[in-house]
T-cell receptor, first 113, second 112 residues
Framework: NAGVTQTPKFRILKIGQSMTLQCTQD?????MYWYRQDPGMGLKLIYY???????DKGEVPNGYNVSRSTTEDFPLRLELAAPSQTSVYFC????????????FGQGTRLTVV | QQQVKQSPQSLIVQKGGIPIINCAYE??????FPWYQQFPGKGPALLIA?????SEKKEGRFTISFNKSAKQFSLHIMDSQPGDSATYFC???????????FGQGTRLTINP
């Protein structure tokens, strides 16, 4: 089973460029999340979705956009990259029943220069 | 109120020692407390979890201790091994909210 797959694994962007981080899961989970991980700061929730067509902001949504047209896919869009968006980004999915596991992808390391 | 505070930020222990990682929370509505383990270059993976109706949970060498009145919980690793070297995150969630709030993470190193 593939689980949660993120692409790309690494990316360098110039300030002002845009890109989409891809995330797909094959577990038929309703809940999907985007987190960013900065050293010493833990994992901060950017956006989440409770099902196709439904998204909501997390703690740190500024500078990002998401869409959820299918159960499987939850892409994260950076429109105007800034150095503050240099981070490791993790996508996760969750069946929606508390007490069960959230599955994470392997991450995308993004550097904005 | 949504924060979970984790300490220490980093920890070095000799093989066989018992590292302890602590977390504290403010929101009494939290009712599920998982710990995630992350190896370099990988995403976090669920290690062990506890609900506030019990004070302790053991799974193998890993134990969560929970103090509801103090709003604190901790992870203990018995007979630690170099393979336990990883970053550990505590987290909390509220039934129905389905969002995990993570602590800042602890980078644990077990020396041989």
């Amino acid at each position: 089973n593939a689980g949660v797959t993120q692409t790309p694994k690494f990316r360098i962007l110039k300030i002002g460029q845009s890109m989409t981080l891809q995330c797909t899961q094959d577990m038929n989970h309703n809940y999907m999340y985007w987190y960013r991980q900065d050293p010493g700061m833990g994992l901060k929730l950017i956006y989440y979705s409770v099902g196709a067509g439904i998204t909501d902001k997390g703690e740190v949504p500024n500078g990002y956009n998401v869409s959820r047209s299918t159960t499987e896919d939850f892409p994260l869009r950076l429109e105007l990259a800034a150095p503050s968006q240099t981070s490791v980004y993790f996508c996760a999915s969750f069946r929606g029943i508390q007490g069960t596991e959230a599955f994470f992808g392997q991450g995308t390391r993004l550097t904005v220069v | 109120q949504q924060q979970v505070k984790q300490s220490p930020q980093s920890l070095i222990v000799q093989k066989g020692g018992i590292p302890i990682i602590n977390c504290a929370y403010e929101n009494t509505a939290f009712d599920y407390f998982p710990w995630y383990q992350q190896f370099p270059g990988k995403g976090p993976a669920l290690l062990i979890a506890i609900r506030p109706d019990v004070s302790e949970k053991k799974e193998g060498r890993f134990t969560i201790s929970f103090n509801k009145s103090a709003k604190q919980f901790s992870l203990h690793i018995m007979d630690s091994q170099p393979g336990d070297s990883a970053t550990y995150f505590c987290a909390a969630s509220i039934q129905g909210a389905q969002k995990l709030v993570f602590g800042q993470g602890t980078r644990l190193t077990i020396n041989p």
